[in-house]
């Protein structure tokens, strides 16, 4: 069974930093590539960034480019996403899951080649 779960989340200040973690397990974990959405109150979800599998190429949207970095650890089942220079509009559930291992460039933002979701972590940005 593939769980997926997500930490990291809380509430920091704009302008600061937050490293969220996401563990799976009951998987290869290495062969999927893995990705992050969030999703703010009243909004659809949106895609954030990804990596491949083994260490695989990132993407990240570009809105967030220069403020989010995507990585993984191969060892430890988790794929982090740091956050630098947060601001309001950044507050939302952010989620976790872990994709199919061949999916085109222009599939890899939809939200339907991704299989397995954590249930999220909250991240507030306020003063």
């Known amino acids: 069974q593939v769980q997926v779960v997500e930490s990291g989340g809380g509430l920091v200040q704009p302008g600061g930093s937050l490293r969220l973690s996401c563990t799976a397990s009951?998987?290869?974990?290495?062969?999927?590539?893995m990705a992050w959405f969030r999703q703010a109150p009243e909004k659809e979800r949106e895609f954030v960034a990804r990596i491949g599998s083994n260490n695989g190429r990132t993407r990240v949207i570009g809105s967030l480019r220069g403020r989010v970095t995507i990585s993984r650890e191969t060892g430890k089942n988790t794929v982090y996403l740091q956050m630098n220079s947060l601001k309001p509009e950044d507050t939302a559930v952010y989620h976790c899951?872990?994709?199919?291992?061949?999916?085109?460039?222009?599939?890899?933002?939809?939200?339907?080649?991704?299989?397995?979701w954590g249930h999220g972590t909250q991240v507030t940005v306020s003063s």
């Open positions: 899951a872990v994709g199919r291992s061949s999916t085109i460039f222009s599939e890899q933002m939809a939200e339907s080649v991704y299989d397995y």
């Open positions: 009951g998987l290869a974990f290495d062969s999927y590539p």
